[in-house]
């Protein structure tokens, strides 16, 4: 298999949780990952902002991988003011010199379920291989039915992979949100177990997340309408 072969998970990671890790080591361990960016994204397109700044989103990813050999945290979306999208974040790997064929975007089946409704679909299918791992209810094997537009796409974990394929990698991932986290802090409930260690013990020396609106966002978090796409936005 190639050495070049680079995964990148994208998310608002808010916080990162174990679902992230799981997500991303199922699609390392199929794939044969050389190295393996996590994303947090700045300005999620379609989704309510951040509970927590990108300050300590980066740090508690960077946290979580730091004990995880070729897993890094990356910044490229933090570093711009404009809307996180996962289009422009794969031409960036391009622009450093990686091919369509070396990327591989982790992404989980049930965020991948909406990818029609994505800046530049289709053509973003063509800047990369989508590694698409399974999540409760909703497991790989039914993305052929559901997405039987994209089913000539649809490619297994072997083999040469030159061009940008669909990839479904079935794997069990626990059913945690960042969502869920949040509530739980908020009401007082323990997330031990939920997210990395590292990662608890920043939370808590910083207290985030612990003023939440019944919503579930902080108090003082901008809102913005959240539309139907979960583009780069793993929950």
Same mark, same amino acid.
């Given at each position: 298999?190639s050495?070049?072969r680079?995964g ?7 916080p ?5 890790i ?14 393996? #960016? ?9 989704r309510p902002?951040?509970?927590t700044?990108?300050?300590?989103? #980066?740090?508690m990813?960077?946290?979580?991988v ?9 910044? +490229?979306e ?6 996180s999208?996962?289009?422009i974040?794969?031409?960036r ?23 029609a ?20 209810? #909703?497991? +790989? ?23 940008p394929?669909i ?5 069990p991932?626990p ?9 739980r ?7 031990a177990?939920? +997210?990395?260690?590292a990662v608890?013990?920043h939370?808590e ?18 809102? +913005?309408?959240a ?9």
């Amino acid at each position: 298999m190639s050495a070049r072969r680079i995964g990148i998970l994208g998310g608002t990671f808010d916080p990162i949780h174990t679902g992230h890790i799981a997500l991303a080591h199922a699609a390392e361990r199929a794939l044969d990952l050389a190295c393996l #960016f996590l994303v947090p994204s700045n300005v999620p397109p379609h989704r309510p902002q951040p509970a927590t700044s990108s300050h300590h989103r #980066f740090a508690m990813v960077s946290l979580a991988v730091m004990d995880r050999s070729g897993w890094q945290g990356s910044d +490229v979306e933090l570093q711009s003011p404009e809307p996180s999208y996962t289009s422009i974040t794969l031409q960036r790997f391009r622009d450093l010199g990686y091919s369509a064929a070396e990327l591989f975007f982790v992404i989980g089946a049930d965020a991948f379920a909406e990818i029609a409704t994505w800046r530049n679909y289709p053509d973003i299918l063509d800047i990369a291989h989508f590694a698409v791992v399974s999540r409760p209810g #909703f497991p +790989v094997g039914d993305l052929g039915r559901r997405l039987a537009a994209l089913s000539h796409r649809m490619a297994p974990a072997t083999g040469s992979l030159l061009a940008p394929r669909i990839i479904a990698i079935d794997a069990p991932t626990p059913d945690v949100s960042s969502t869920d986290i949040r509530h739980r802090i908020g009401a007082g409930i323990s997330i031990a177990g939920l +997210v990395p260690p590292a990662v608890q013990h920043h939370i808590e020396q910083h207290r985030l997340y612990t003023s939440m609106t019944p919503g579930g966002r902080a108090a003082d978090a901008r809102m +913005v309408p959240a539309a139907r796409s979960r583009e780069h936005g793993e929950d």
